[in-house]
Each structure stands twice: as structure tokens, then as C-alpha cells.
């Protein structure tokens, strides 16, 4: 079905831009792929989406077990829910939705963590309420470990 994703507003002018010009680009050269929220009552518009991408991880900064150098991990490379439907739990949702996906991802091929850079400080509060530990040499990219997100969902 096509979506309307030309009135997303999440606030974040580089989220929307990035809907609306990079996201379709990108499902079509395989370097990520985007989900979108749609209301049932208007399933043409676009109230949230995420994207998700197969990435490697620098350990460095990392908490817990020893790790090699880099890790195999899911970048959940974006998350956003437009002005209209903040707070009202799509965001947590979404989130939800993703790290399902990384767990069966997990479970066909490696993977050891999920990883997002976020773009500012609700943003990483927002992650840090599920779990996302900080790496120590880089505060704004968080990692959630397989183990862990198997138990979340
Ligand atoms: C961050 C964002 C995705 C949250 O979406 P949302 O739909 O409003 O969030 P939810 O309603 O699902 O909230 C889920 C939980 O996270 C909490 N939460 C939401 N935003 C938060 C924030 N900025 N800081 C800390 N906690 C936050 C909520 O209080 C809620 O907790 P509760 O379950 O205990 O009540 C949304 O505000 C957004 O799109 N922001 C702009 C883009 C952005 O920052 N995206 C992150 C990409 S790096």
C-alpha cells in the first residue's frame, strides 16, 4: 500500500528528512529497512517508523563480558513518532516491534548487541528506560546486548 509520509513531524527536522527522502532509497539498495506506524482509521498516514541495519561494533567503551574488537550487532539506525501520537506508548511500541526483529535475527545469524546513536539527550533517556547501556568513551551511542533484549521481550 502506498503511505503518505510527506506530513511526518517528530520534531526532528533530520528524522523527517530522512522518511521522506533517504528511507525508500534505502530499502531499495539493501542498506536498511523501514517500518511504519499507520492509524487503522487512516492507514495512508504515516505516524511512526523505525529502520534497522546489519552494522559491526567497536567494543571499546563497552560494559560487561569480554568481547573482541568489534561485535556484529543490529543498528537500529532510526526511531520516531510524529507530534500527534506522542506519549501514547507507539514509541515504546515500535521499539518492541524492532527488537523482536533483531531476536529472530539473532537467532538465524550472530548478532551481539543492538546499537543506536541517539540524537540527543531525551533521546538516550528514552533508551536508557529500556535498558540501553552508554558506551564510556562515547555517551550518545547506547548498546543493548541479545541476552538482555531476549529478556525484554
Ligand atoms: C523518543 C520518541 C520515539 C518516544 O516516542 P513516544 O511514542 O512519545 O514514547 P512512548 O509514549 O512509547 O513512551 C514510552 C516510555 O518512554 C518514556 N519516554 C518517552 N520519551 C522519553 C524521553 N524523552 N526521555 C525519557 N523517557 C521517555 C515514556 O514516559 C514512556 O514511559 P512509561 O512507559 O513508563 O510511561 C519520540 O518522542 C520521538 O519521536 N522523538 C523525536 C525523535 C527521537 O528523538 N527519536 C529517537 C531517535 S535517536
Redesign the pocket.
Known amino acids: 500500500m502506498k503511505d503518505d509520509r510527506s506530513t511526518f513531524d517528530?520534531?526532528?527536522g533530520s528524522?523527517n528528512d530522512w522518511l521522506q527522502k533517504t528511507a525508500r532509497q534505502h530499502q531499495e539498495k539493501n542498506l536498511s529497512r523501514t517500518y511504519v506506524a499507520v492509524p487503522a482509521d487512516d492507514p495512508g498516514r504515516v505516524v511512526?517508523y523505525y529502520a534497522l541495519a546489519a552494522t559491526l561494533v567497536q567494543t571499546d567503551g563497552m560494559q560487561g563480558r569480554k568481547l573482541p574488537r568489534e561485535v556484529s550487532a543490529v543498528l537500529?539506525a532510526?526511531?520516531?513518532?510524529?507530534?500527534s501520537?506522542?506519549?501514547?506508548?507507539?514509541?515504546?511500541?515500535?521499539?518492541m516491534h524492532a527488537l523482536e526483529a533483531v531476536v529472530a535475527t539473532g537467532g538465524i545469524i550472530g548478532v551481539q548487541c543492538v546499537v543506536?546513536?541517539?540524537?540527543?539527550?531525551?533521546?538516550?533517556?528514552?533508551?536508557?528506560?529500556?535498558g540501553f547501556v552508554p558506551l564510556a568513551n562515547r555517551p550518545r551511542r547506547l548498546v543493548l546486548p541479545l541476552d538482555t533484549v531476549r529478556q525484554l521481550i
Not at 532510526?78 to 507530534?83: C, E, H, M, P, S
Not at 506522542?86 to 521499539?95: H, I, M, W
Not at 543506536?116 to 529500556?130: G, L
Open positions: 517528530c520534531g526532528t528524522l511512526g537500529l532510526r526511531l520516531a513518532v510524529d507530534k501520537s506522542k506519549g501514547q506508548g507507539l514509541g515504546g511500541c515500535l521499539l543506536v546513536d541517539a540524537v540527543d539527550e531525551p533521546a538516550a533517556n528514552f533508551y536508557e528506560k529500556y
